[in-house]
């Protein structure tokens, strides 16, 4: 579980004073898969490198499992429970062979090298990438990429995975294998941290967070969140096709209030 507690992060800058995060609560619970959605600047990446102490509250609180991120004497135990992935994929590899690179944590942690060999093939295998092992991860896609850096996570085994907008940087087929990747990982019981500017990803999580100036704004299932078509557009979010189209067709139609995907919609237009 990871429980954030009147959360502030502030930046020194040259400029003077840069408020990231401004008092920010949440709680996720083991096993849930949420979505964090933002505008640009509003505190999301500085919020994920709290989740594994990458950032230290400058006030407030985040614990992981009733462990304290801010106590040097937990790092380890943090960092063993949250794995992260990034939005760029070529700033994550760090090997020149996908093996070696999908190994590399695991060879930090002093695990013997046939226990290695062996995580390394099954997380190499649960991303579907198996048959390039021994590519030079440069000759990959940038989907193929990131999951690579996927699979260096399930390799560390670690319970909860934090992916810092993962499919930014991905044309529409790697968007694809990644998202149906981390609802596999979720239905394995890993608990999901999904940060996302696109809505139609965020509204397959089971709830979602929405952040504005360093705070939570809201939180709701997506179906409470996208559903609220005109507020979501106004807070400057896009909303899923589907509820957007059923928002202009209700001028028209009496459909009910809550549609958020194709199906829904072909099911109320019947
Ligand atoms: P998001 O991921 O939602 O776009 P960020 O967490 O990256 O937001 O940034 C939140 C705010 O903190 C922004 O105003 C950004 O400019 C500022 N910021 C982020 N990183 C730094 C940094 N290293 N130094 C100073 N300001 C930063
Ligand atoms: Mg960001």
Excluded: C
């Excluded at 190499?124 to 198996?130: C, E, G, I, S, Y």
């Excluded at 952040?211 to 896009?238: C, Q, W, Y």
């Amino acid at each position: 579980m990871i429980r954030v507690e009147n959360l502030r992060h502030v930046y020194k800058t040259a400029n003077g004073d840069k408020i990231a995060l401004d008092g920010l609560n949440l709680t996720i619970d083991d096993g849930e898969f949420v979505a964090i959605i933002g505008t640009n600047g509003s505190g999301k990446s500085t919020l994920a490198k709290h989740f594994n102490a990458l950032l230290l509250p400058t006030s407030g609180k985040v614990f992981v499992d009733e462990t304290d991120t801010s106590d040097e004497k937990n790092l380890w135990n943090v960092r063993k429970n949250v794995g992260m992935v990034f939005q760029n994929p070529d700033s994550e590899i760090v090997a020149a062979i996908v093996e070696d690179d999908v190994a590399f944590g695991l060879e930090n942690l002093g695990i013997p090298p046939e226990k290695i060999r062996e995580r390394v093939d099954l997380s190499l295998d649960a991303v579907n990438m198996t048959n390039y092992k021994n590519f030079a991860p440069s000759k990959l896609s940038g989907g193929q990429k990131q999951r690579i850096a996927i699979a260096g996570v399930i390799a560390m085994q670690t319970k909860i995975i934090v992916l810092d907008e993962p499919t930014a940087m991905l044309d529409p087929q790697g968007r694809r294998e990644i998202m149906s990747l981390v609802k596999k990982l979720h239905a394995q019981g890993k608990t999901i941290i999904y940060i996302t500017h696109f809505m139609e990803e965020a509204s397959q999580a089971q709830k979602i967070f929405v952040m504005e100036r360093g705070k939570i704004l809201r939180s709701g299932t997506p179906h409470e969140i996208f559903t609220n078509v005109a507020e979501m557009k106004r807070l400057g979010f896009d909303v899923p096709v589907a509820a957007e189209l059923a928002e202009r067709l209700r001028k028209k139609f009496k459909l009910p209030k809550k549609i958020l995907t194709a199906d829904e919609l072909a099911e109320a237009l019947k």
